[in-house]
């Protein structure tokens, strides 16, 4: 039994995977995007943070909006031109590209970009880190979060 939510987690991947990608977007995974090494990034990866529901017209079929989070990952070298948030920037604008108003071929309602949070740690390379979270808002039956 699939749910529709991780139909979207599956949609989302594989939006972000997408074979007109640019240059230097890794492929995106389900797993969280903690990496041990500069040599394993720059890494993409797609989690659920959220859900919430809303009964539509008291009958059986609830509205849920989830609240899901791409994180983004790369590392550039101390001192030179490639500076991390440099090269993190292509994927997020990626991210946002092959997402916002997407609705997965009408798996979603509505696919909407709400925030993005930046982060950078320097020691022998600069680490760099962006999760941007967005709202996917999609419907299933009361009592049956795989249908419609």
């Keep these: 039994m699939t749910t529709r939510r991780e139909h979207v987690m599956q949609a989302v991947v594989a939006a972000l995977n997408a074979d007109v990608k640019p240059a230097g977007v890794p492929m995106a995974t ?3 995007a903690v990496a041990a090494s500069s040599g394993q990034l ?3 990866a797609v989690v659920p943070l959220r ?3 809303e009964r539509i017209n008291r009958g059986a079929i609830v509205r849920r909006t989830l609240t899901l989070r791409v994180e ?5 070298i101390v001192g030179s ?3 991390a948030d440099a090269l993190l920037d292509d994927i997020v604008a990626w991210t946002t ?3 916002a108003g997407n ?3 009408g798996l979603l309602l509505t696919l909407d970009e709400t925030a993005i949070d930046w982060a950078v740690e320097v020691s022998d390379y ?8 967005f709202e996917a808002t999609y419907e299933t039956r009361q009592n049956d979060q795989t249908r419609l």
Excluded: S
């Design 81 to 83: 031109e490639q500076a």
């Design 42 to 44: 720059p890494k993409v």
């Design 97 to 99: 590209q092959a997402l």
């Design 30 to 32: 389900r797993a969280n």
């Design 126 to 133: 600069a680490y760099c880190a962006a999760v941007v979270d």
């Design 72 to 76: 983004c990952q790369a590392a550039g």
């Design 51 to 53: 859900e919430t529901t």
């Design 103 to 105: 609705t997965l071929d």
